[in-house]
């Protein structure tokens, strides 16, 4: 499975999880604390937390 990924940049936005559409490839919107939408083809929409080291 190929997946598309967009760069952390901010917080999601209920407008920007609301507008996104489906495309032929899954999806990823992160968020810069480790929480990202992904979005299937089939329009299916899951939440996930990756969980990264601390880095202090």
Known sequence: MELKTELPQMALTSTAVKNDKPSWKTLRLYDERGLYLEVF????????????????
């Open 41 to 56: 083809p089939n329009s299916g929409k899951w939440w996930r937390f990756e969980k990264r080291p601390c880095t202090s």
